[in-house]
């Protein structure tokens, strides 16, 4: 077996004790060598989500860069950059109106859903416009034992068109995007608690835009339990909130965290670009 690739070491400041830290001294569009990526896998594992500052990704080498990290997404339903398919323009205002402004994981309608992101600002507005992360690590571990036993041996369905409805995205134009995005993305079921592939540590994997049902419960007490952990994962003690300044880019870990676009900017315009990294199928602990 080959060595692993030494680490470096990142100059890292922890914004809270368990979600997010920012990485000084990395310009992000210089050729990183392997050493370099490895340490910036090792971060994310710890902190779940990276902020980098004053940043000038192109979108060329914004996708070059989320490479490193595995193969990458191409969104079945949002816009991207000319010629790259692989950035998602994210680009709102009164025209385009925000859609991100609820707590989810992205992209759970697929059987691998993102290991991560990469997101990068391009224009942010005068004021608002924050963007928070959550833990659903320590969601998890603030759970009750018995509870937590309980949710380790269910499954449930995740199903684009919670977060993509007909209602917006299939009229005029769109619609054929939407039909075949929907007819290549069926529900499908995770496991509750997911068991992260790297750290080994568990978290809760149920997405208020996406989760619509828990399989081997009734539909009230399906209801009444995804009710409750979409409100957990909310709990500002599992979070932490970033004020975008343009050029700052935000690379997280999609597989046991969960994002919430805050949309009060209106009617400013905000922009972003993000690269999406496939990631393995989700197993529970059982
Ligand atoms: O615009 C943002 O801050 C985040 C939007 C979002 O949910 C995403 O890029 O996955
Ligand atoms: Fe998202």
Not at 9 to 20: D, K, Q, W
Not at 66 to 75: E, K, Q, S, Y
Not at 76 to 86: A, S
Not at 211 to 235: W, Y
């Amino acid at each position: 077996m080959n060595a692993p690739a030494p680490e470096l070491h990142l100059a890292t400041r922890p914004l809270t004790p368990v979600i997010g830290a920012i990485i000084d001294g990395i310009d992000l569009a210089a050729e990183l060598n392997d050493a370099t990526i490895n340490s910036l896998r090792r971060a994310l594992l710890k902190h779940h989500v990276l902020f980098f500052e004053r940043q000038s990704l192109t979108p060329v080498v914004q996708k070059a860069l989320a490479a490193r990290f595995g193969d990458l997404h191409i969104h079945p339903i949002y816009p991207h950059v000319e010629d790259v398919p692989e950035i998602i323009i994210l680009d709102t205002s009164h025209n385009n109106l925000p859609d991100n402004d609820n707590w989810h994981t992205d992209v759970t309608f697929i059987r691998n859903p993102p290991l991560g992101a990469i997101l990068a600002a391009k224009t942010i507005p005068p004021s608002g416009g924050d963007t928070s992360w959550s833990s659903t690590i320590a969601a998890y571990e603030a759970l009750s034992p018995s509870f937590r036993a309980l949710l380790d041996g269910l499954t449930a369905i995740h199903n684009i068109e919670k977060s993509f409805p007909e209602a917006r995205w299939g009229q005029n134009e769109d619609r054929s995007k939407f039909e075949e995005a929907k007819r290549k993305n069926p529900p499908l079921a995770h496991p509750v608690v997911r068991v992260h592939p790297e750290s080994g540590r568990k978290g809760l994997f149920v997405n208020e835009g996406f989760t619509t049902r828990i399989v081997e419960l009734s539909q009230t007490e399906s209801d009444a339990v995804l009710r409750l952990l979409f409100t957990h994962v909310a709990k500002p003690e599992f979070t932490v909130r970033w004020k975008w300044k343009e050029g700052d880019v935000a690379f997280w870990d999609n597989r046991l965290t969960q994002h919430y676009a805050l949309a009060d900017y209106l009617p400013h315009r905000r922009i972003m670009h993000r690269a999406t990294i496939l990631g393995d199928v989700p197993v529970g602990p059982g």
